[in-house]
Nanobody, 115 residues
Framework: QVQLVESGGGLVQPGGSLRLSCAAS????????MTWDRQAPGKERELVAIITTDGNTNYANSVKGRFTISRDNGKNMVHLQMNSLKPEDTAVYYCNARTGARNYWGKGTLVTVSS
């Protein structure tokens, strides 16, 4: 059974940092492209960061230079380090695994950036 379980969300002040984690199971993690996506209230889900099977990364312009995605194939984990957080980063953050026709989602973790 495929599972993606996100953790690490919470309330943080503007300028603060959070580290999100996603624990994967039920599939061959190292062969999947992993992404973090987010959905803010009243908005569509958007792609935040991508990491390929060989570790190449790419980011949405809105988070470039502030967020870092990483993966640990030995532990089947993907992380999102978020620094210099802004109120507009407030959203539910989702972990996603994809390869070919297969596409799996976690249930999300809420990040709220507010003073």
């Amino acid at each position: 059974q495929v599972q993606l379980v996100e953790s690490g969300g919470g309330l943080v002040q503007p300028g603060g940092s959070l580290r999100l984690s996603c624990a994967a199971s039920g599939f061959t993690f190292s062969t999947y492209l992993m992404t973090w996506d987010r959905q803010a209230p009243g908005k569509e889900r958007e792609l935040v960061a991508i990491i390929t099977t060989d570790g190449n990364t790419n980011y949405a312009n809105s988070v470039k230079g502030r967020f870092t995605i990483s993966r640990d194939n030995g532990k089947n984990m993907v992380h999102l380090q978020m620094n210099s957080l802004k109120p507009e980063d407030t959203a539910v953050y989702y972990c996603n695994a994809r390869t070919g026709a297969r596409n799996y989602w976690g249930k999300g973790t809420l990040v709220t950036v507010s003073s």
